[in-house]
Each structure stands twice: as C-alpha cells, then as structure tokens.
C-alpha cells in the first residue's frame, strides 16, 4: 500500500474486539445463520470532502467486480447537513463488506468464511484507492462539536477549522512548554484511553495548540469537541453516542473544564469525577481507545490527585507566559519597533501569548488589567 492505511485486524476471540467491531459484527450474526467468523479486517484513510463522490463510485465499480453481490443493507445519516452513506453488502455468502464515508475519512470493514479471501479484498480495493490522488492532508479539518438538547438527546454539529502544523506555531511557547510540546509533537501518537491534562492562563496559546496536535494526529483519532463538560459527565449515553458514532479512537476535547477536577471540588462533584476516572481506565472505556484532552485556566498543583496518576494522565503540560526577555526577542523576531518593544515592556512584567499578538497588530495594552482573557 502506499500510503501506509491503517490495517485493523479484529479477533473476534478476544473480549475488547467484540466490542470495538460495532454492527457488523451483527450483522454477520444474521447473515450467516450464526456462524462464527474469528476474524474482521479494517481499513481507513482520510480523504477530503470534495472527493467523497470520487471515492464513493470507485467503491461501487469495486463491488460490480465480485460475484453474486447483494445490498443487504444501506443506511444514510443526516449530519451538519451533510450526507454519510454506510453500505453493508454480501459477497456470494462467502464475505460481507461495510463501507462508510464520514467526516474525512473513508471506512471499509470485510469479514468472510476464509481469510484469505478477506484479505484479497482488502488488498483489491486498497489498489483501486491508491489509483486516485487522495488530498487527506488539507490544513482544514472537520471538528465535530457535541451538545445536549433536552428535546432531541446528545446532537452535534459540523465546522470546519484551519489547523496549523506545529512548526507554524512552535516559536509561540516558551520555556519548560516549549520543551513539553516539542516532546509530544516528535514523540509517537500516544495509544491507549486516557487523559491529557492542559493548563494555563487564558491567552497562552492552548488552543492554537490543540489545533497542530488535531493536525498531526489526524489520521489515527476523529477530533470531538464537547460544549457542555457538566452534561457530558452526567448523561451515561452521551460518551456513548460519541463512541458508537465511529469506531475509530477520538480525541474528545473538553476546554475549560477545569473546575470538576480541583481538589476542593471533590465533594460537590465527586459523581463527575468518578465517571470521568471510569472512562479512562475503568469498565466504560473497555474496548475504546479514546483520548480525554482537558484543559482549564487553574493551577495545575490544585487538581485532584487520582486524575493526574501516572497511567491515567498521559500528557500533563503547564502553559507558562512569556517572561519580559523573552516576549522582547518574540516582538523583536516579529519586527515590531524597538520603540515600541521597550514602551510596552518597561513594567518588566511577564506577558501572555495574546498580549504579545496584540502588541504585533499595534493594539495598545492600556486595558489590560493583569494578563487579558482573549481564548488563544
């Protein structure tokens, strides 16, 4: 293959496979007459929006190939206003192919009586898509934003966002941050379900920051944003109809959620807390690999203890300002005057990220009153 597509293979042998091999697992079941079938074979790869129609009809010209196909089973989600079509189709009672297009990412799931058999089909229709020149590498990238609505349940909605590759950014962290991001962002994607823990004052640059961590990783997780954290952790189906959305890890977002998390918040949130430990590493996130990123304006040494465990905390990073050197040779690297580097720096006093934006666009910081709330 040459794009290196990531290649799942589920052992339906093992507890946690079941699990995370969804309806086509059941599917199977029906179509079949129960047999049991140990194996299902994945494959996944993202693809920009204005080529889903591509990958769509070359997914249709694959299926006319094979012998005695039967549509057993076609589904279409409504989302954002965008149609995904998911196709369950047999193949001669000797296989059954699940194909979907979601978001930025094509999906193709085979089980069959041999696995060979499964693996040539893998491999036939791994061929085709190399045949189109896929654009999986777009600096936009479809968020998903959930909330809860009384009326209709746990709903979302789509919005495209403009993610910048860490090297854009870099030069805006400074210190033991920048030392803890370059670590994460030369390091390999972290696997395994667990929580990534963000602070620092508003302005630092956490953000733009989880913007070049959804670039990188875009391959391996779908990026989710959670707009309401309190319901998120009070509604047992909500976590669930995140993860029953794709099989595919996600990367669920939950800014300014802090306050749950503080020691003194123990007693009055205690459920959420428990929830939020059990989805890391207890009996709800069997069979996932989702990734928890919080980030919150606190103190990082007031968090409670059993959410920054080693084990449980996978990435705990501290967002720091800019002391007065260093936010002079930022201004000075981003040509603003030495006039007006030495006026707004002659209070010595350390800067954040926005403050030094704002000061680049020749914005005067008169009104700031310690360091600015702008979310950066």
Wanted: glycine share 8%.
């Amino acid at each position: 293959m040459q794009r290196n597509q990531p290649l799942i293979t589920y052992d339906l042998r093992k507890p946690s496979d079941v699990a995370s091999s969804g309806a086509l697992l059941e599917a199977t079941q029906e179509y079949f007459g129960g047999a049991e079938l140990p194996y299902i074979q994945q494959l996944n790869h993202a693809v920009a929006l204005q080529q889903h129609q591509s990958v769509i009809t070359l997914f249709l010209q694959f299926i006319k190939t094979l012998r005695n196909t039967k549509l057993f089973q076609k589904k279409i989600f409504w989302a954002g206003g965008v149609e995904d079509p998911t196709w369950l189709i047999g193949v001669d009672h000797e296989a059954l192919i699940q194909f979907s297009i979601a978001d930025d990412v094509i999906d193709i799931k085979i089980t069959g009586k041999d696995q060979k058999t499964v693996e040539q089909y893998i491999k036939d229709f791994s061929q085709r898509l190399d045949k189109i020149d896929l654009i999986p590498s777009s600096d936009e990238l479809t968020l998903q934003i959930y909330y809860f609505d009384s009326s209709e349940g746990v709903s979302f909605f789509r919005t495209k966002i403009v993610m910048p590759t860490w090297a854009d950014i870099a030069d805006n962290y400074v210190g033991i941050t920048r030392k803890a991001l370059d670590r994460l962002f030369a390091g390999d994607v972290i696997k395994g379900t667990g929580l990534m823990i963000w602070s620092g004052e508003p302005g630092t640059g956490k953000t733009y920051a989880i913007r070049a961590l959804m670039q990188q990783w875009k391959q391996d997780y779908r990026c989710v944003s959670v707009s309401d954290f309190d319901t998120f952790l009070e509604q047992p189906a909500y976590y669930y109809s995140i993860a029953d959305y794709d099989k595919r890890p996600a990367l669920i977002i939950l800014e300014d959620a802090g306050e749950s998390l503080l020691k003194e918040g123990r007693g009055k949130y205690s459920g959420r807390i428990s929830k939020l430990l059990n989805l890391t590493d207890g009996l709800l996130s069997q069979g996932r690999e989702d990734l928890f990123l919080i980030t919150f304006n606190e103190n990082i040494k007031e968090l409670d203890s059993a959410t920054t465990r080693p084990g449980r905390c996978l990435s705990r990073i501290t967002f720091d300002c800019f002391s007065s050197k260093e936010a002079g040779v930022w201004l000075k690297d981003h040509d603003v005057a030495e006039d007006v580097i030495r006026a707004c720096l002659k209070d010595k006093a350390s800067k954040s990220l926005a403050e030094l934006y704002q000061i680049y666009s020749g914005e005067e910081l008169s009104t700031y009153s310690g360091h600015g709330e702008v979310g950066f």
